[in-house]
């Protein structure tokens, strides 16, 4: 086994350092695995503090035009029904 040297090609590995060299593939994994973990949230809190407000004003808008209509319509019909009653 060599010490100091960096071997990555496995022919040129003794059997140790070929199971060290196996067993550090799972952890890159992890390593990316984790990475991933962090930046991926961080890149999404950016892009969702961009699209959120709009997509609340758009939200905000809709729910005012609906609740607005629904005014407009039940005066109508409470006009009517009066309407009616003097008539």
Do not use: C
């Amino acid at each position: 086994m060599a010490i100091g040297r960096y071997r990555d090609v496995p022919a040129e590995m003794d059997e140790i350092e070929r199971e060290v060299a196996a067993a550090q593939y799972p952890e890159g994994g992890l390593v990316v695995g984790l990475g991933i973990g962090i930046v991926l949230p961080l890149a999404l809190a950016e892009i969702l503090l961009l699209f959120a407000p709009l997509a609340g004003g758009m939200l905000g808008f809709a729910l005012g035009r609906r609740l607005r209509d629904y005014k407009i319509r039940r005066r109508l019909a409470k006009r009517r029904l009066e309407h009616e009653r003097h008539h």
